[in-house]
């Protein structure tokens, strides 16, 4: 069965800082997405990613698959600490099914 | 502002209860979706249902019985449920179910604890 796994688990940042968050799967990726989830809460909708080399961008946050399909980052530039929370990468995997990484927590510090 | 609502927000019960869970969502999908997302373990897809019939059960026990009457609305009922089973309980819908990159949308869940 096909896995996501994210890195770094975990995340502390200063205010103004870049960072990186990396979704790595077991299989090709035919849909990639990602959200963010304040704790307690739902997951909110960032982006999708569906093509190979495809790189999409919403204020602040860019998100990039690789050309193999089996690689995304999220990448925040001049982080705030509104950028806080956890964010978790999602997979198709096969009819019905979806899949989710065990996410990563950022904290910004102001 | 979401368009998937859960209630309640938190629930309390003891393992003899029998509760529910509600999810609405008012976004015109026609596939919902139940999660159970527990500490350190990623989201666990627990039941989808498309156009109200159920597609996916993901060997999920008998104490966890979900109801979908229509598209925008889905239920969880609750019976002689464990400790372990103390998690936030997540819905959500999507345009359609069957994958084909569309991203799915998420009620804010209920804190579930059992005690």
């Known amino acids: 069965s096909q896995e996501l796994e994210q890195s770094p688990q975990s995340l502390i940042v200063q205010e103004g800082k870049n960072l990186t968050i990396n979704c790595t799967s077991s299989?090709?990726?035919?849909?990639l997405y990602w959200y963010k989830q304040k704790y307690g809460e739902g997951l909110i909708f960032l982006m999708m990613?569906?093509?190979?080399?495809e790189e999409k961008s919403h204020e602040k946050i860019t998100a990039k698959l690789d050309e193999k399909k089996q690689q995304s980052s999220l990448h925040i530039t001049a982080s705030q600490p509104s950028h806080a929370g956890i964010y978790l990468c999602?997979?198709?995997?096969?009819?019905?099914?979806?899949?989710f990484g065990t996410g990563t927590r950022l904290k910004v510090l102001a | 502002e979401t368009g998937v609502t859960q209630t309640p927000r938190h629930l309390v019960m003891g393992m003899t209860n029998k509760k529910s869970l509600k999810c609405e969502q008012h976004?015109?999908?026609?596939?919902m979706y139940w999660y159970k997302q527990s500490a350190k373990k990623p989201l666990e897809l627990m039941f989808v249902?498309?156009?109200?019939?159920?597609?996916e059960n993901n060997s999920v026990p008998s104490r966890f019985s979900p109801e979908c009457p229509n598209s925008s609305h889905l239920f969880l009922h609750l019976h002689t449920l464990q400790p372990e089973d103390s998690a936030l309980y997540l819905c959500?819908?999507?345009?359609?179910?069957?994958?084909?990159?569309?991203?799915?949308?998420f009620g804010d869940g209920t804190r579930l604890s059992i005690l």
């Open positions: 999602g997979a198709d995997s096969g009819t019905y099914k979806y899949i």
């Open positions: 959500a819908s999507s345009r359609q179910g069957g994958g084909g990159n569309q991203p799915q949308h």
């Open positions: 249902y498309n156009f109200k019939e159920q597609t």
């Open positions: 990613l569906q093509k190979g080399g």
């Open positions: 976004l015109g999908h026609n596939a």
């Open positions: 299989k090709t990726l035919y849909g």
